[in-house]
């Protein structure tokens, strides 16, 4: 069975700090990993995604995150953070060249200090 | 491009009504999901449409949890009867295929059951 473990339900840092949320995923296949971020009261935003390729993928708003295979982890970072990055994390996988299903992590919410 | 429209935004029923949530996929968009999203928790599919017909619906409740897409295109989510646990957030996501090249999400129905 496939699975998504985000590591920290809750994660503080101050403005300008670096941003590491964590994400573990279990799959006996090759996977696609994505990144969503959900800001109050709206749906959900990709921000990054890997299929394929380079393990290293860069998304918008200045995120990125690395596919580390042998670690079975897609950790999203950002070397500072802003005020507007305060908002939910998910975490996502699904099957390469499945139907499309997304089985999400539970999800980290990102608060940003001044 | 239009996104994917959702309404009502919010609801509030008592349990054991019944509602209903409508959701308009981006044109062109041949699959559509609903997902549920309990607070706290990540996303979870409830069923997928291929165009008209379903591809998953494993984790549809079917006892009270029934949903259609007519012609293709829009698509009806309905509850009946509801009761407390169902109180989430319902979102609707569309793709133009079926390779988990991530989706778009609708801005979601509020349910709340009491």
């Known amino acids: 069975a496939q699975s998504v473990t985000q590591l920290g339900s809750h994660v503080s840092v101050s403005e300008g700090a670096l941003v590491l949320l964590r994400c573990n995923y279990s799959?006996?296949?090759?996977?696609?990993l994505f990144w969503y971020v959900q800001y109050p009261n709206q749906g959900l935003q990709l921000l990054l995604k890997?299929?394929?390729?380079?393990?290293l993928v860069k998304g918008i708003n200045g995120f990125e995150a690395e596919f580390k295979k042998s670690e079975t982890s897609f950790h999203l970072t950002k070397p500072s953070a802003h005020m507007s990055d305060a908002a939910e994390y998910f975490c996502?996988?699904?099957?390469?060249?499945?139907?499309?299903?997304?089985?999400f992590g539970q999800g980290t919410t990102l608060q940003v200090k001044p | 491009e239009a996104g994917v429209a959702q309404s009502p935004r919010y609801k509030i029923i008592e349990k054991r009504q019944s509602v209903a949530f409508w959701c308009n996929p981006i044109?062109?968009?041949?699959?559509l999901y609903w997902y549920q999203q309990i607070l706290g928790q990540g996303p979870k599919l409830l069923i997928q449409?291929?165009?008209?017909?379903?591809?998953?619906d494993s984790q549809l409740p079917k006892d009270r949890f029934s949903a259609e897409r007519l012609k293709g295109v829009d698509s009806t989510l309905k509850i009946q009867p509801a009761k407390l646990e169902d109180s989430a957030v319902y979102l609707c996501?569309?793709?133009f295929g079926t390779g988990g090249d991530g989706y778009t999400f609708g801005s979601g129905t509020r349910l709340t059951v009491v």
């Open positions: 996501a569309s793709s």
């Open positions: 799959s006996s296949v090759p996977p696609y």
């Open positions: 890997y299929t394929t390729g380079a393990t």
């Open positions: 996502a996988l699904c099957r390469s060249g499945n139907t499309g299903k997304l089985i």
């Open positions: 044109s062109g968009h041949a699959t």
């Open positions: 449409f291929q165009n008209n017909g379903v591809v998953d």
